[in-house]
């Protein structure tokens, strides 16, 4: 990220307001017609809750880290408009008098455990899957509402909103759901681009909870008298609605040039796919758990989440409690010296879903699928790294086949991208060349939205052409034995299918 300071070649700047699984952020971007610079106005954890009822979002603290983060970007100059993206699926329900009831659900609470088959039993999953092309998660949100019938919360409810519609909802007033996000929650028709009035009858969900939609670039309002004094801004600095699912706003900022390019949005999650001009809906790819959901100008983003940087993640978090270091460049030091192909785990495996002791579970993983349990903290990264670029070898080349799409190149965007081991298994995986890069792909395909709206940018292909003048990009060649990762991913499709 630069820090170049504003200058009089740049616009009023735009303020991303970005929500990740760990922490959010409030960026700066500044947009000139060769210029594209980004300023971290500031960083706030995000910590997620256990009360007796389950696992939930600290909505109020991230608000807040929200405000506090505008009013450091009011203190660097002009705003012209900010616009939030956070994760998918989880929401927060409004009452008649517009008050928040209860705190929203984490995705990683169990009480979805087993809403599947009831949604099911309504509406066959093959079924399901032809009206949404949704790959199938056990919390989706059509799921989560099946966990929450009969609750006194929902009875009461007379609004569902997703996270940044909430967020956009405190900072406005205004109400509306942005289509990018809608289309995770497993109720928005993939062929209309609509809310399906079908699928809502025959679940029993009120339509009426569920708001008009938005598209990215649609003006969301002003801010709120309150929300203005406190952090400064001026009350007509507009909120504009952006992709607001954060890998919607990632893939705005891949620096693509070809026509049918490969995508890893690279975080807490994987999102391994491609942009398609219309959702693939066959059995073939139902089977595959390949999901359609929607990009910015009515693109789809076909792909399939992988468990991602969480397992690493959750293993540092374990190593920390533990006492042993937790440093990732010496982590990936260690597992660079590692032997390769040890042992390699399924990301997406069930026990790997909730926090806890991510280690012991990745070495009982091994014992029960017959391999070789790793022992050192870098031959556990090891796998954890060759796990993952085996899952996006197969996503992609899965993509590829059902959308009929000859790829060439690897867009590896996101935190991920940091990661030159990471990178460097993925192109050896896929055998395909990798360009990794930009890492603040969703704070940029944020800004990007916003300065579109203001009239500052151009279409989809000027805006990529942007990112990929002005931003880091680190290119990696496939090496090695391809045959090697051909008996690794054969060992791990036979891992799972014994797991």
């Known amino acids: 990220m630069t820090t170049t300071p504003p200058s009089s070649a740049f616009a009023s700047a735009f303020a991303a307001v970005d929500l990740g699984a760990t922490s959010g952020r409030v960026i700066l971007g500044r947009v000139g017609p060769d210029n594209l610079d980004l300023t971290e106005a500031h960083r706030f954890p995000n910590t997620p809750v256990r009360l007796p009822g389950g696992l939930h979002w600290d909505v109020l603290a991230l608000f807040q880290g929200i405000l506090d983060g505008l009013r450091e970007a009011a203190r660097s100059g002009g705003v012209a408009s900010v616009g939030v993206d956070t994760w998918a699926v989880d929401y927060g329900l409004l009452d008649a008098d517009g008050a928040l009831l209860g705190h929203p659900f984490h995705y990683r609470d169990t009480r979805s455990d087993g809403a599947a088959e009831r949604v099911w039993a309504k509406v066959g999953r093959e079924e399901l899957y032809a009206i949404t092309g949704l790959q199938h998660l056990p919390f989706n949100t059509v799921f989560q509402l099946a966990a929450a019938a009969g609750s006194v919360q929902l009875g009461a409810a007379r609004r569902l909103l997703l996270m940044p519609d909430l967020l956009v909802h405190w900072l406005t007033g205004s109400v509306g759901a942005e289509e990018t996000n809608a289309s995770t929650t497993g109720l928005l028709d993939a062929r209309t681009g609509t809310w399906s009035k079908d699928l809502l009858d025959r679940l029993d969900i009120d339509p009426e909870l569920l708001p008009a939609l938005r598209a990215p670039g649609d003006p969301a309002g002003t801010l709120l008298p309150h929300v203005a004094a406190y ?27 070809e ?11 994987s999102l391994a796919g491609l942009e398609l001009e219309a959702p693939v809906l066959s059995e073939e790819s139902r089977a595959a758990n390949f999901t359609n959901e929607r990009g910015i100008d009515g693109t789809i983003r076909y792909l399939r989440n992988i468990m991602g940087m969480w397992l690493l993640e959750e293993c540092r978090r374990t190593w920390e409690r533990q006492g042993l270091p937790t440093h990732i460049p010496a982590l990936l030091a260690d597992a660079a010296r590692a032997k390769a192909f040890d042992s390699v785990v399924d990301p997406d495996a069930p026990e790997f879903l909730a926090p806890g002791d991510m280690p012991a579970r990745i070495r009982d993983y091994c014992a029960r699928t ?7 903290q870098g031959a556990v990264v090891r796998c954890i790294l060759e796990s993952l670029a085996l899952a996006h070898r197969r996503a992609l080349r899965q993509a590829a086949e059902l959308a009929d799409c000859d790829v060439t190149h690897v867009h590896l965007v996101g935190g991920g991208s940091r990661n030159d081991l990471l990178c460097q298994l993925t192109a050896d995986a896929t055998g395909l060349p990798v360009i990794a890069g930009p890492t603040e792909a969703t704070a940029l395909g944020n800004i990007l939205v916003q300065a579109r709206a203001a009239g500052l940018v151009g279409d989809l292909a000027a805006m990529r052409k942007l990112i990929a003048s002005t931003q880091h990009l ?12 051909d008996a690794a991913a054969a060992r791990i499709a036979s891992a799972s299918r014994t797991s």
Do not use: M, N
């Open 231 to 257: 952090t400064g801004l001026d009350p007509k600095t507009s909120v504009t609605t952006v992709a607001s699912h954060d890998t919607a706003s990632a893939v705005v900022a891949v620096p693509a040039t």
């Open 474 to 485: 680190r290119h990696y060649t496939p090496r090695g034995d391809g045959a090697a990762w």
């Open 370 to 376: 017959g391999q070789r349990v790793p022992g050192s």
């Open 259 to 269: 026509p049918c390019f490969a995508y890893i949005s690279c975080g807490t999650w």
